[in-house]
Nanobody, 117 residues
Framework: QVQLVESGGGLVQAGGSLRLSCAAS????????MGWYRQAPGKQRDLVAR???????DYSDSVKGRFTISRENAKNTVNLQMNSLKPEDTAVYYC???????????WGKGTLITVSS
């Protein structure tokens, strides 16, 4: 059974930094895209950043220049470095991985980021 486990969430003051990590366990093969999404209270889940197996990245406009996504293919891990955090970044952050072999999108359970003003 595949599980994605996020870590690194918490409370931070505006202007601060946090680093999220997500590691996959279990039999997950041929991971192509990895990404981070977030969902604020009362809002839909939106893409924050994603990275392909080749290292190409894509960011939402709201985080460009502040967040950096990276991956460690050998460890099936994806990271999100978040700098210059703003109160509007407050949300539950979810890790996502896509397996080409199974055609399945896997999701973590989410980790809460709270940015105080």
């Amino acid at each position: 059974q595949v599980q994605l486990v996020e870590s690194g969430g918490g409370l931070v003051q505006a202007g601060g930094s946090l680093r999220l990590s997500c590691a996959a366990s279990g039999s997950i093969f041929s991971i192509s895209a990895m990404g981070w999404y977030r969902q604020a209270p009362g809002k839909q889940r939106d893409l924050v950043a994603r990275i392909t197996i080749g290292g190409s990245t894509d960011y939402s406009d709201s985080v460009k220049g502040r967040f950096t996504i990276s991956r460690e293919n050998a460890k099936n891990t994806v990271n999100l470095q978040m700098n210059s955090l703003k109160p509007e970044d407050t949300a539950v952050y979810y890790c996502n991985m896509y397996s080409r072999r199974s055609g399945i999108y896997y999701w973590g359970k989410g980790t809460l980021i709270t940015v105080s003003s």
